[in-house]
């Protein structure tokens, strides 16, 4: 899979998405120019300066975001009337350095012979068309929730004090336990799709953020270089979110964890494995 089957031509010039909505949460993240293609459709990102670690890489639950977005907007826009679309499954694997990049750009196509119609893969570059991640979703389509409203938000999108980081931004508080790393969205109502749910990213980016605290406390100079999550139920917006994450592995080269997510003390929302590999210093 290259960069080369994902290139098209924008077909329309106008947004045709959240990403309009200043509010929302893909503006938010810097997630601009969401548009079709002739192949699928496209997104670039533009990175805050809160969504990079402290040696300045990308951090990788903030590209699972843009991943989300990116991969989930197609079957979005084919859902039935007075339906869902929901995903089940996102899977990131990012194999570019990100350490100096200030814009990506994501482009997603579905697989026209695939059986699964809800099977959506994409690839992120950097401005220079160089190979950053790649990325695949599977979705489901379920009838709209009875009642269910998409909980509007008046959150801050103003100017951020550069200091701000990830943790700031999304008001997470962390704690570690005997047995790994546990992180907190007091206020997951603020960090909502357009179904009124917890966004997937957001849970994600939540997953990604635990697991790298937990290799941290190893001692370990690792990177995030793989995440698949399975998505069970929906978060519901009204109970601080949860994310729970367990190293099976840590090693020098390479670490896994599994991180389990919940609204409040309920059943797990998410299940996601995160996989860290030793950095290896690039020359720019």
């Known amino acids: 899979m290259t960069a080369a089957n994902f290139r098209g031509d924008v077909v329309r010039?106008?947004?045709?998405?959240?990403?309009?909505?200043?509010?929302?949460v893909e503006a938010r993240f810097g997630i601009r120019r969401?548009?079709?293609?002739?192949?699928?459709?496209?997104?670039?990102?533009?990175v805050p300066d809160w969504a990079r670690d402290t040696h300045g890489h990308l951090r990788?639950?903030?590209?699972?975001?843009?991943?989300?977005?990116?991969?989930?907007?197609?079957?979005y826009k084919a859902?039935?009337?007075?339906?869902?679309?929901?995903?089940?499954?996102?899977?990131?694997?990012?194999?570019?350095?990100?350490?100096?990049?200030?814009?990506?750009?994501?482009r997603a196509t579905q697989i026209p012979s695939a059986a699964d119609k809800g099977f959506v893969q994409c690839v992120v570059t950097d401005t220079d068309e160089r190979v950053v991640a790649v990325g695949n979703t599977r979705t489901v389509y379920v009838p709209a929730a009875a009642g269910a409203v998409a909980i509007g938000v008046a959150p801050s999108i103003g100017r951020r004090d550069p200091v701000d980081t990830l943790e700031s931004v999304l008001?997470?508080?962390?704690?570690?336990?005997?047995?790994?790393?546990?992180?907190?969205?007091?206020?997951?109502g603020s960090w909502v799709n357009d179904?009124?749910?917890?966004?997937g990213g957001v849970a994600a980016c939540l997953s990604e953020m635990a697991a790298s605290q937990l290799f941290s406390r190893h001692g370990r100079a690792l990177t995030v270089s793989h995440m698949h999550g399975t998505y069970l139920r929906p978060a519901t917006p009204t109970t601080p979110?949860?994310?729970?994450?367990?190293?099976?592995?840590?090693?020098?080269?390479?670490?896994?964890?599994e991180v389990v997510g919940r609204a409040g003390d309920g059943p797990p929302c998410t299940v996601m494995t995160v996989t860290a590999r030793r950095t290896v210093p690039t020359a720019h």
């Not at 969401?34 to 533009?46: D, I, K, L, W």
């Not at 570019?96 to 990506?104: P, Q």
């Not at 179904?195 to 966004?199: A, N, R, S, T």
């Not at 979110?241 to 964890?257: D, Q």
Request: proline share 5%.
């Open 60 to 75: 990788s639950g903030a590209l699972m975001v843009l991943a989300d977005h990116v991969l989930g907007e197609l079957p």
């Open 241 to 257: 979110f949860v994310v729970s994450a367990r190293a099976h592995h840590v090693g020098k080269g390479f670490a896994v964890a």
């Open 79 to 106: 859902r039935g009337p007075s339906s869902w679309s929901l995903t089940t499954e996102l899977t990131l694997d990012i194999i570019g350095d990100t350490a100096h990049a200030s814009e990506l750009h994501a």
């Open 13 to 24: 010039p106008e947004a045709w998405c959240l990403v309009a909505d200043a509010a929302s």
């Open 195 to 199: 179904f009124g749910i917890l966004h």
């Open 34 to 46: 969401c548009q079709p293609t002739e192949s699928g459709n496209y997104c670039a990102y533009t």
């Open 171 to 188: 008001g997470v508080i962390s704690t570690e336990t005997t047995h790994g790393v546990e992180l907190t969205m007091r206020d997951p």
